[in-house]
């Protein structure tokens, strides 16, 4: 993370008025706008993008489409990987320290508490509305019921990406289905909702969520991801895109790519507009190949450096999946957040690494890898501890021929960029 960023942060985590926990409750948010004048009724063409994974890949991918249509597209992400400016896209460049830190003063004089969450999502949406671009894409947080963005009652959609076994620490019942149901239960009567590709059970249960929704409701069977010999395609009926992009590198991520691909389509966006930008799309941090900085020239012709995201047992049977399909040694380095599930995760992985170093994450809640060595050791991986990744890199490298992928939590991979 940069200086800047993290004295921001700092500043965020050591202020009375500001919460460092996460507290849903929408009331806080509500009175703050109410004080500004609710910016929030402002903005048009509100797209929210909710669920456990792939919230990131749809919003950039549904961004590019709407810019390469000529259109101007603010956005909210979280988390910042880098730099907390990567939070608010306002159409032609990200917000600067300065508006940051002039907004989150403004904020502090209303002297209404607030979580940290809350103060980021207000600054997105006072400058949204001052610019008030064409489109406004908003991800949202954890849940949605009382996710700090869950504040339109007439957004012009809301995209609901594959929802899976996460965030059980925020809720009372532990429950697969009580995440379902914090997601999609109170998504808005009246709006157009799309429900991307989700296991039968899942899907299933928000169907029964949905059931007296009065919003239009477009389900996954409604387009198709099909693979030809090495190819992809997007096909609806007649209509049908080859997906020609060298950044993504797994079924997961072109499955949010293909929602994307619906979802601008039904917003009369052209098929040659669509087979423009798709080229152009990266995904950073979600099986990511770096291909320069300065922790890549420290490396050896023959390696390769892969940093993913990912922290789920979704989002690790997908690395896991395109990691099978090279043929060269693998050395993996993980460190994970706190309040996942590292069990479920490191399984998913067995037979993948030649070796797996496991490490802390700098200046994050992380889990110890003195754990993380337990479980990759009762899994009958060969795991190695290290303190952090560069040393971690530093035992790895040499003149044969591998892959060095880093992976188990965006902060990690954040802390590799910088690096890089």
């Known amino acids: 993370m940069s200086f800047q960023s993290i004295k921001i942060y700092n500043q965020l985590a050591n202020d009375d008025l500001f919460r460092k926990t996460i507290n849903f409750d929408l009331k806080r948010i509500k009175k703050v706008l109410k004080k500004f004048g609710n910016p929030e ?3 048009q063409n509100v797209i929210n993008i909710i669920g456990s994974d792939g919230k990131y890949s749809l919003l950039t991918s549904l961004k590019h489409f709407l810019e390469s249509n000529k259109k101007t597209v603010s956005t909210y992400t979280s988390p910042s990987l880098k730099d907390i400016r990567e939070r608010f896209w306002m159409g032609k460049r990200n917000l600067s320290y300065k508006e940051i830190k002039k907004t989150i003063k403004f904020i502090k004089n209303q002297k209404i508490k607030l979580t940290i969450f809350e103060v980021l999502t207000v600054i997105f949406i006072i400058h949204a509305a001052k610019i008030n671009r064409d489109y406004n894409l908003l991800e949202a947080g954890a849940l949605f019921a009382k996710d700090s963005t869950n504040l339109f009652e007439n957004p012009l959609l809301q995209a609901v990406v594959n929802i899976n076994k996460q965030h059980l620490n925020f809720l009372k019942k532990k429950t697969l289905d009580e995440v379902i149901y914090q997601k999609v239960g109170f998504l808005s009567n009246k709006t157009k909702i799309y429900i991307g590709k989700q296991n039968k059970n899942v899907k ?7 059931k007296n929704n009065k919003s239009s409701k477009i389900f996954s069977n409604s387009w198709k991801l099909i693979k030809k010999n090495k190819n992809y395609f997007y096909q609806e009926g007649n209509f049908k895109i080859k997906i020609q992009n060298k950044f993504i590198h797994s ?15 039904d917003l009369g966006i052209k098929k040659k507009i669509i087979k423009r930008a798709l080229p152009k799309i990266k995904f950073t941090g979600r099986i990511d190949y770096l291909r320069k900085g300065k922790l890549v020239k420290k490396l050896q012709k023959r390696e390769k450096l892969l940093i993913d995201g990912c922290h789920s047992e979704v989002s690790a049977k997908n690395l896991a999946n395109h990691l099978r399909t090279l043929n060269y040694p693998i050395y993996g380095i993980l460190g994970m957040s706190k309040n996942k599930n590292p069990n479920l995760f490191i399984k998913q ?7 797996l170093f496991v490490v802390r994450i700098t200046n994050e809640n992380s889990i110890s890898n003195q754990y993380l060595y337990k479980i990759a050791k009762d899994n009958n991986i060969k795991v190695f501890k290290e303190k952090n990744f560069l040393k971690a890199i530093k035992k790895i490298t040499s003149k044969e021929k591998k892959l060095i992928c880093i992976f188990g939590s965006l902060y990690l991979c954040g802390e590799v960029l910088n690096n890089n």
Do not use: D, P, S
């Open 41 to 43: 009724r402002k903005l």
């Open 204 to 210: 299933t249960k928000i169907k029964k969520y949905l």
């Open 251 to 265: 079924k997961g991520l072109l499955e949010n790519v293909a929602m994307a691909i619906k979802i601008a389509k």
């Open 349 to 355: 992985f067995k037979k993948v690494f030649k070796k």
